[in-house]
């Protein structure tokens, strides 16, 4: 069974930078109701239709983005909320984010951010989470056990591996053969991305590949200033 889309609302009224973001969110695979306008965006939220994150504009018509998250809070206190504004004033950010937002993003904004962000949330939210893998699968010769931190090769003893490894072992395998960027890695797995946890992953990554080392056919590409690769040839 294939692991359910996420489904976003996204609110805003720039016609030229929604047609952007929503193009970019899509191709990123995720489900995108887009509302231009606040009041049409209330009878969504009111409506009972279910969301799993939430993308809004402050500045909109009739209805503005805080109006909308302080509506969306009173049904639901978990789903991630993120707010865009052209609005740069420290009491405007306070505002947004003491009605229960996740972060505030000023415009311009980067769309990687704000993918990398929708990812961050989706899964600090739990979306997905009894569809991941946890137990013992194949990975070329080795079994990966997570739940017991355990990586076996051909059926000898297993090595026993930390936490942070067994994690990043398996965010790895989850994206097999897909580019998966050091930004997105550390936010998912240390919940913040900066140089000195960057120097942190590239030890974590040198430990996986040599407890990955007896299958010739595993490899840990890395894609130099980007992220990682990782492969299993058949």
Not at 49 to 61: S, T, W
Not at 129 to 140: A, Q, S
Not at 207 to 220: A, C, F, Q, T, V
Request: glycine letters at 6%; hydrophobic letters at 35%; charged letters at 30%.
């Amino acid at each position: 069974m294939s692991a359910p889309v996420p489904h976003l609302l996204y609110v805003e009224d720039d016609e030229s930078l929604s047609y952007v973001t929503r193009d970019n969110l899509e191709r990123e695979g995720f489900q995108v109701t887009h509302i231009t306008d606040g009041r049409e965006a209330l009878k969504a939220i009111q409506s009972g239709q279910k969301f799993d994150l939430y993308i809004l504009d402050v500045m909109l018509p009739e209805v503005d983005g805080f109006e909308l998250a302080t509506e969306i809070r009173k049904r639901d206190q978990e789903v991630p909320i993120i707010f865009l504004s052209a609005k740069t004033m420290r009491e405007d950010r306070l505002k947004g984010l003491k009605i229960g937002a996740d972060d505030y993003m000023v415009k311009p904004f980067s769309i990687e951010e704000l993918i990398l962000k929708v990812h961050v949330f989706l899964r600090r939210s739990g979306f997905g989470e009894p569809n991941r893998t946890t137990g013992r699968v194949p990975i070329g010769k080795y079994w990966f056990d997570y739940n017991n931190l355990l990586l076996s090769y051909d059926g000898e003893e297993g090595e026993t591996l930390t936490q942070k490894e067994a994690d990043l072992l398996r965010l790895l395998n989850e994206h097999r053969n897909q580019l998966v960027k050091r930004s997105f890695i550390l936010e998912t797995i240390w919940g913040k991305n900066d140089y000195f946890l960057g120097r942190s992953l590239d030890v974590f990554i040198s430990r996986l590949r040599k407890y990955l080392s007896r299958d010739e056919r595993i490899k840990i590409e890395n894609i130099h200033g980007v992220g990682f690769k990782f492969r299993v040839d058949a």
